[in-house]
C-alpha cells in the first residue's frame, strides 16, 4: 500500500533499536514532572489534606488557568494522541476526525450547564455527580446507578493512557524483551510514580503537572505542523497522498470477522448521519464522565467554568493539527511496526517523530505523550476514588464516615484503581481496553437525562430515570456487542444502523434517544400512580450561587464559615 | 428587597440576553450539522480541503460565540450574593 505514495524524503525506518537521546530526554523530563507531583501537596496547602475536598477537589480552589490547563489534561490524554492520528491514519475522516466536531461542540454544551453544577454542588457540598443525584431526587438506587457507570466507564480510559505510554517506549526501543518483566518494568516503574504522588497529593498533583505537559504539548504540534509538511511536500501533497489511499481497496479480513472500512478523506454520503451523531454523543458525553466533573468542581469559582468554554476551543485547534499528523504520515510514508513485528497503527504518530526529527526533539515528543498520560490517569483515578468513597462506601457501607476517613479510603481506592488498570493491560489484549473504552462512551452518556436534565427540572421521576438508564445501557451495550470488524468479533466499533431511520449512526445515541423516550413515558405513568417523588434538598436560589454565597454543607464536616451542617433528614 | 432572597425562585434576569446568548451558543452546533453540505474538497484555502478548514474556521468562530455568550449571561443575570442563609436554610415541607 505505502509503495504507491509519493517517495517521501526520508521512508520510516523501524525497528532500528533503543533510541538512546530520545530516551534520556524521557527520562529526565519524567523526573522532572516526579519531583513536581510531589511538591503539589505543599502547593495551596490547606491545614489538612485529609478530606476529599482537599485532596479530591485540590480545595475548590482553581482559578481560570489552573482549571483550563487541569480540563485540557483531563480531556486531551495520551491515548488522544495515540487513537486520533491513528484513526486517521488507518481509517481516515470519518473515524478520525469527528474529534474535531466533536471538540468544538462540547463547549457551547457545557456552558449551558456546568455551571449550575458548579454552583448546586458548591453550595451543598457535592463531589460527584452522583452525591447531585442523590440530592436532588432523593434516591439511593439511582444515585449508586450513576457512580456504578461512571465508575466502570474510568476503567478502560484509565487502562487506555498506559497503553498510551506502552505506545511510546515501545517506538523508543524499550520493551522488546522475551522476558515479561524486562518487558513491562519501565510501564511498572511509571506507574509506581504516578501511583505515589496521587496519593500523597491529590488532584493538586496533576493540576501541578498539567502546566508542563501542555506546555510541551503545544511546543512539540507547533513545531511539527510547520516543520512537517514542508519536509513531506506541502499540504497540497498530503492531501494528494491521502486522496491517492482511497483508491486503494481495503484488504479482506478474516472469515468470521467484520469487512474492513475503505479509507476516506471526506464524509461520503452513508457516513454522514455517524459523523454528526458521533460528534454530538461524544460531546455530551464528555463532561459526563467522572473526571471531567471532578475538574469542574475544583475550580473556585461559577464564573471560571463560563470563561474556560471560550477559551478551551484552544485545545480542539491543537486536537484538529495532531489529527492531520496522522495523514502528514502517509504523505511521510511512515510505517508503524510494532516490536512484535507487526503493523500496528497506534502507533504511527511516536513514529512519524522518530523518523522525521532529531533525536532530542523526539525526547521532548515522546515525554510530552507520557507525561500527557500521567495527568488523566491521575485525575481519573482520583474520580473514580471519589466515586467509589462517597456513593458506595459511605451511601452503603458506613454512613458515618468523617472526612478523614473518606480521604483514607479515597487514596486506597485511587491506588487498587490503578493497580487494576495495570493489571488489565498486562493481562489482556490492547484491542479489549479500546473495545471497552467505546462500551465506556455508550454507559456514560446514558447519565445525562438524570444530571443534565435535573439541573433544570425535577419533572423526570427517579424511578423513570432508573428504567431509562436501564433499558439503555442494555440495549447499547447489546447493539455494541454485535458490531465486527477485521480487528475483534464483538465490540468492534460504535456506530449501527438507527431503527426507524436507518441510517449508520453512533449507538450511544440512539440509546440515549431510548433512555429519554422511557423516562419521559414513564414518568407520566408514574405520576397518575401518585409514586413517591423522593425529597429534593436544593432550592431553586441553589443553581445560581457563587463562591461569595454561604454554604448549606450538608457533607462538610469542617464548616469554616460557620455554617453549621445541614441537620435534614435526607 | 430583590426576589434572589426567595430561596425558591431563580434570580432576576434579563430573559431577552439570556434567549441571545443561547442563540449564539446554537449558532456553532447548527454550523456543523449539514456534513454533507461541508464535505467536500473545494474551495481550497492554503491547499487545504474545505472539508478541513471550515471546520478549523469553527474553533475559532465558537471560541468567538461563547465568549460573547458569557459577556451576555453576565450582564443579563449579575451575580447578587445572598444576603441571608438563614432564610434558606429555613425548611421548606414540600
Given at each position: 500500500m505505502y509503495a504507491q505514495l509519493p517517495m517521501a524524503p526520508e521512508p520510516s525506518t523501524p525497528g532500528n533499536g533503543v533510541n538512546g537521546v530520545a530516551l534520556t530526554i524521557l527520562i529526565v523530563l519524567f523526573l522532572i514532572v516526579t519531583v513536581m507531583g510531589f511538591?503539589?501537596?505543599?502547593?495551596?496547602?490547606?491545614?489538612?489534606?485529609?478530606?476529599?475536598?482537599?485532596?479530591?477537589?485540590?480545595?475548590?480552589?482553581?482559578?481560570?488557568?489552573?482549571t483550563w490547563f487541569l480540563l485540557g489534561g483531563d480531556l486531551y490524554t495520551a491515548?488522544?494522541?495515540?487513537?486520533?492520528?491513528?484513526?486517521?491514519?488507518?481509517?481516515?475522516?470519518?473515524?478520525?476526525?469527528?474529534?474535531?466536531?466533536?471538540?468544538?461542540?462540547?463547549?457551547?454544551?457545557?456552558?449551558?450547564?456546568?455551571?449550575?453544577?458548579?454552583?448546586?454542588?458548591?453550595?451543598?457540598?457535592?463531589?460527584?455527580?452522583?452525591?447531585?443525584?442523590?440530592?436532588?431526587?432523593?434516591?439511593?438506587?439511582?444515585?449508586?446507578?450513576?457512580?456504578?457507570?461512571?465508575?466502570?466507564?474510568?476503567?478502560?480510559?484509565?487502562?487506555?493512557?498506559?497503553?498510551?505510554?506502552?505506545?511510546?517506549?515501545e517506538v523508543a526501543g524499550v520493551g522488546g524483551s522475551d522476558n515479561w518483566l524486562a518487558k513491562d518494568l519501565p510501564l511498572l516503574i511509571a506507574f509506581a510514580v504516578l501511583a505515589a504522588y496521587t496519593y500523597s497529593s491529590g488532584l493538586r498533583a496533576p493540576a501541578v503537572i498539567a502546566f508542563v505537559k501542555d506546555i510541551l504539548i503545544y511546543l512539540v504540534i507547533i513545531v511539527a505542523i510547520i516543520y512537517l509538511p514542508?519536509?513531506?511536500?506541502?499540504?497540497?501533497?498530503?492531501?494528494?497522498?491521502?486522496?491517492?489511499?482511497?483508491?486503494?481497496?481495503?484488504?479482506p479480513s478474516k472469515p468470521g470477522y467484520g469487512p474492513a472500512a475503505p479509507f476516506v478523506d471526506t464524509v461520503g454520503p452513508k457516513a454522514q448521519w455517524a459523523y454528526v451523531t458521533l460528534a454530538f454523543g461524544?460531546?455530551?458525553?464528555?463532561?459526563?464522565?467522572?473526571?471531567?466533573?471532578?475538574?469542574?468542581?475544583?475550580?473556585?469559582?461559577?464564573?471560571?467554568?463560563?470563561?474556560?468554554?471560550?477559551?478551551?476551543?484552544?485545545?480542539?485547534?491543537?486536537l484538529a493539527l495532531l489529527a492531520l499528523l496522522g495523514w502528514v504520515a502517509i504523505a511521510a510514508g511512515t510505517k508503524p511496526i510494532g516490536l512484535d513485528g507487526k503493523p500496528n497503527a497506534q502507533l504511527v504518530v511516536p513514529?512519524?517523530?522518530?523518523?522525521?526529527?532529531?533525536?532530542?526533539?523526539?525526547?521532548?515528543?515522546?515525554?510530552?505523550?507520557?507525561?500527557?498520560?500521567?495527568?488523566?490517569?491521575?485525575?481519573?483515578?482520583?474520580?473514580?476514588?471519589?466515586?467509589?468513597?462517597?456513593?458506595?462506601?459511605?451511601?452503603?457501607?458506613?454512613?458515618?464516615?468523617?472526612?478523614?476517613?473518606?480521604?483514607?479510603?479515597?487514596?486506597?481506592?485511587?491506588?487498587?484503581?490503578?493497580?487494576?488498570?495495570?493489571?488489565?493491560?498486562?493481562?489482556?489484549?490492547?484491542?479489549?481496553?479500546?473495545?471497552?473504552?467505546?462500551?465506556g462512551g455508550i454507559?456514560?452518556?446514558?447519565?445525562?437525562?438524570?444530571?443534565?436534565?435535573?439541573?433544570?427540572?425535577?419533572?423526570?421521576?427517579?424511578?423513570a430515570l432508573l428504567a431509562g438508564w436501564a433499558v439503555a445501557m442494555i440495549y447499547g451495550t447489546w447493539q455494541a456487542y454485535g458490531i465486527k470488524s477485521p480487528a475483534t468479533k464483538h465490540f468492534g466499533g460504535s456506530t449501527d444502523t438507527i431503527p426507524v431511520i436507518g441510517e449508520l449512526g453512533y449507538i450511544a445515541l440512539t440509546a440515549f434517544a431510548i433512555n429519554v423516550i422511557v423516562s419521559v413515558v414513564l414518568t407520566f405513568v408514574l405520576r397518575a400512580a401518585k409514586?413517591?417523588?423522593?425529597?429534593?434538598?436544593?432550592?431553586?436560589?441553589?443553581?445560581?450561587?457563587?463562591?461569595?454565597?454561604?454554604?448549606?454543607?450538608?457533607?462538610?464536616?469542617?464548616?469554616?464559615?460557620?455554617?453549621?451542617p445541614d441537620g435534614k433528614p435526607a | 428587597m430583590s426576589d434572589h432572597e426567595?430561596?425558591?425562585?431563580?434570580?432576576?434576569?434579563?430573559?431577552?440576553?439570556?434567549?441571545?446568548?443561547?442563540?449564539?451558543?446554537?449558532?456553532?452546533?447548527?454550523?456543523?450539522?449539514?456534513?454533507?453540505?461541508?464535505?467536500?474538497?473545494?474551495?481550497?484555502?492554503?491547499?487545504?480541503?474545505?472539508?478541513?478548514?471550515?471546520?478549523?474556521?469553527?474553533?475559532?468562530?465558537?471560541?468567538?460565540?461563547?465568549?460573547?455568550?458569557?459577556?451576555l449571561v453576565k450582564k443579563a443575570r449579575p451575580h447578587v450574593p445572598m444576603r441571608t442563609s438563614a432564610s434558606l436554610d429555613a425548611e421548606d415541607d414540600r
Open positions: 511538591m503539589a501537596s505543599r502547593w495551596r496547602r490547606a491545614d489538612s489534606m485529609e478530606s476529599l475536598d482537599e485532596w479530591g477537589l485540590g480545595g475548590r480552589s482553581f482559578g481560570t488557568w489552573i491515548y488522544t494522541f495515540v487513537a486520533v492520528p491513528a484513526a486517521m491514519f488507518g481509517a481516515g475522516a470519518v473515524a478520525g476526525f469527528f474529534a474535531v466536531p466533536y471538540t468544538i461542540l462540547a463547549y457551547p454544551i457545557i456552558f449551558f450547564f456546568m455551571s449550575r453544577l458548579w454552583s448546586i454542588s458548591h453550595r451543598h457540598g457535592y463531589v460527584t455527580s452522583a452525591d447531585f443525584v442523590r440530592g436532588r431526587y432523593g434516591s439511593r438506587s439511582l444515585s449508586l446507578a450513576i457512580s456504578i457507570t461512571g465508575f466502570v466507564a474510568l476503567m478502560p480510559y484509565i487502562a487506555l493512557q498506559l497503553v498510551g505510554i506502552q505506545a511510546v517506549l514542508s519536509k513531506v511536500g506541502g499540504w497540497s501533497h498530503i492531501f494528494d497522498a491521502v486522496h491517492a489511499k482511497t483508491e486503494v481497496p481495503p484488504k461524544s460531546a455530551m458525553a464528555l463532561f459526563m464522565y467522572p473526571h471531567s466533573i471532578t475538574a469542574v468542581l475544583s475550580s473556585k469559582s461559577r464564573t471560571t467554568i463560563r470563561r474556560n468554554a471560550s477559551i478551551l476551543p484552544a485545545y480542539s485547534f491543537v513514529q512519524l517523530f522518530e523518523d522525521q526529527f532529531p533525536d532530542w526533539f523526539t525526547g521532548v515528543a515522546f515525554a510530552a505523550i507520557a507525561i500527557g498520560a500521567l495527568v488523566p490517569a491521575a485525575i481519573m483515578s482520583i474520580a473514580a476514588a471519589n466515586t467509589f468513597t462517597r456513593n458506595i462506601y459511605k451511601e452503603w457501607i458506613r454512613p458515618n464516615a468523617t472526612p478523614a476517613e473518606e480521604a483514607k479510603v479515597s487514596k486506597l481506592t485511587s491506588l487498587v484503581v490503578k493497580l487494576f488498570a495495570l493489571l488489565f493491560v498486562f493481562t489482556m489484549d490492547k484491542q479489549n481496553a479500546i473495545n471497552f473504552q467505546l462500551l454507559w456514560i452518556l446514558q447519565t445525562f437525562p438524570a444530571i443534565v436534565v435535573g439541573l433544570y427540572t425535577r419533572w423526570l421521576h427517579r424511578w409514586a413517591p417523588e423522593g425529597v429534593d434538598e436544593t432550592r431553586k436560589a441553589d443553581y445560581f450561587v457563587d463562591s461569595d454565597d454561604p454554604r448549606v454543607q450538608r457533607y462538610d464536616a469542617d464548616p469554616y464559615d460557620g455554617v453549621p | 426567595n430561596p425558591d425562585q431563580a434570580p432576576p434576569a434579563n430573559t431577552g440576553l439570556l434567549w441571545f446568548a443561547g442563540i449564539l451558543l446554537l449558532i456553532p452546533m447548527l454550523a456543523l450539522t449539514p456534513v454533507g453540505w461541508y464535505a467536500k474538497k473545494d474551495p481550497e484555502l492554503w491547499g487545504f480541503p474545505f472539508f478541513v478548514w471550515y471546520q478549523l474556521m469553527w474553533v475559532f468562530l465558537c471560541s468567538a460565540c461563547t465568549m460573547a455568550a458569557y459577556s
